[in-house]
C-alpha cells in the first residue's frame, strides 16, 4: 500500500516555511470576525443621537435667540439715545417705569436661553442642554405661580396697579418712552388716568393749584381726548383746561372712564385671546423643556455607550 505524497502542515509550520513569516501572521490575525463585527455595528448605530429631535430643537432656539438679539439691541439703542448709557446713575432718577427695561429684560433673558440652547444642541452639549431646560422651567414656574397669585389676591393686584399707574402718570413729562406708553394705553382703551381725568392732579404740570405756572395747568394729556374723525392732524391742545368744567360738560371732548376699569373690562373681553395666547406660550416653553430633556438623555447615552463599545 502506497503512502500518499499529500503531508499535512499544520498552520505554525507553514508560518515558519512562509518566505516572509511576519506577512502570514499578520493576515491569519487580520481576519474579521463576521458575527463580532456586525453585532458591534449596530450597537453603535443603535446609540446614534436624534438628527430630527437635535435640530428641530436648534431651529426652535434659534429663532429664540434672534428674538432676544433683536430686543436686547432696540433696549440699548434707546438708552444710548437717551444718554443712559453715558450716565448710568440716570436709571434710577426716574420715578415711574422705563419701558426699555422690559426691552432689556426679556431679550437679554431669550438671547441667553436662545444661545444656551442652540450650542447645546447643536454641539450635544449636555451641560447647556440641561442649563436651558432647568432655566426654561424655572421661568415657565414663575408664570405659573404668578398666575395663582394674581387670581387668589385679585384685590391686592388691583391696588397695585393703581399705585403703579399713579406712579407713573406723577413722571410722564419725565421720559420720553413712558409718556409714549401711557398715550398709547390711554387711547388705546378709551381711558383717561388710573381712575378718572382727576388722577392728572398728580403730576406737576397738570396739577390745578394756583401756584403751577404751566400752560398744561388743569388739562390732561392730548390721548385723554375724544378723537374728532374730521381732523387728520392730532391736536395736542384739545386737553388744555378741560377739567376746569364740570364732569357731565368734560364728557364730549375727553374720556372720562379710569384706565384700571377699561383694562378689566377689556380682559373680559378678550379672555379666550389672552388665555390662548398664555397657553401656546406655556406650551411651547414645555416643547422646549421636552426637547431639551429628551437630547441631553440620548446624549449621555450614546458617550456611554461608545465608550463601552470602544473597549469592547
Given at each position: 500500500m502506497e503512502t500518499s505524497n499529500l503531508e499535512y502542515r499544520s498552520p505554525l509550520a507553514a508560518a515558519f516555511q512562509s518566505p516572509h513569516p511576519s506577512s502570514f501572521l499578520a493576515s491569519q490575525t487580520a481576519?474579521?470576525?463576521?458575527?463580532?463585527?456586525?453585532?458591534?455595528?449596530?450597537?453603535?448605530?443603535?446609540?446614534?443621537?436624534?438628527?430630527?429631535?437635535?435640530?428641530?430643537?436648534?431651529?426652535?432656539?434659534?429663532?429664540?435667540?434672534?428674538?432676544?438679539?433683536?430686543?436686547?439691541?432696540?433696549?440699548?439703542?434707546?438708552?444710548?439715545?437717551?444718554?443712559?448709557?453715558?450716565?448710568i446713575s440716570s436709571i434710577t432718577d426716574l420715578g415711574g417705569l422705563d419701558p426699555v427695561w422690559l426691552f432689556i429684560v426679556v431679550g437679554g433673558v431669550m438671547f441667553i436661553l436662545g444661545f444656551a440652547g442652540c450650542i447645546g444642541a447643536l454641539?450635544?452639549?449636555?451641560?447647556?442642554?440641561?442649563?436651558?431646560?432647568?432655566?426654561?422651567?424655572?421661568?415657565?414656574?414663575?408664570?405659573?405661580?404668578?398666575g395663582i397669585l394674581a387670581y387668589v389676591f385679585k384685590d391686592w393686584i388691583k391696588d397695585q396697579l393703581n399705585l403703579f399707574i399713579n406712579n407713573n402718570v406723577k413722571a410722564y413729562r419725565d421720559d420720553i418712552d413712558l409718556q409714549n406708553l401711557i398715550d398709547f394705553a390711554q387711547e388705546y382703551w378709551s381711558c383717561c388716568g388710573a381712575h378718572g381725568p382727576d388722577d392728572w392732579n398728580l403730576n406737576m404740570?397738570?396739577?390745578?393749584?394756583?401756584?403751577?405756572?404751566?400752560?398744561?395747568?388743569?388739562?390732561?394729556?392730548?390721548?385723554?381726548?375724544?378723537?374728532?374723525?374730521?381732523e387728520d392732524v392730532i391736536n395736542t391742545q384739545c386737553g388744555y383746561d378741560v377739567r376746569r368744567l364740570t364732569d357731565l360738560e368734560r364728557q364730549p371732548f375727553i374720556h372720562t372712564k379710569g384706565c384700571v376699569g377699561q383694562f378689566e373690562k377689556w380682559l373680559q373681553d378678550n379672555l379666550i385671546l389672552v388665555a390662548g395666547i398664555f397657553v401656546g406660550i406655556a406650551l411651547l416653553q414645555i416643547f422646549g423643556i421636552c426637547l431639551a430633556q429628551n437630547l441631553a438623555r440620548s446624549c449621555t447615552r450614546t458617550s456611554v455607550r461608545r465608550k463601552t463599545g470602544s473597549h469592547g
Open positions: 481576519t474579521p470576525i463576521p458575527g463580532r463585527m456586525s453585532r458591534k455595528r449596530r450597537h453603535l448605530k443603535g446609540t446614534e443621537v436624534s438628527c430630527c429631535v437635535k435640530y428641530i430643537l436648534f431651529g426652535f432656539n434659534i429663532i429664540f435667540w434672534l428674538l432676544g438679539a433683536a430686543f436686547l439691541s432696540i433696549g440699548l439703542w434707546a438708552w444710548a439715545e437717551k444718554g443712559v448709557l453715558s450716565n454641539r450635544e452639549n449636555t451641560v447647556l442642554l440641561k442649563f436651558f431646560s432647568v432655566f426654561l422651567g424655572l421661568i415657565f414656574f414663575l408664570e405659573l405661580t404668578t404740570y397738570f396739577n390745578c393749584t394756583n401756584s403751577n405756572p404751566s400752560r398744561e395747568r388743569c388739562g390732561v394729556p392730548f390721548s385723554c381726548c375724544v378723537k374728532d374723525p374730521a
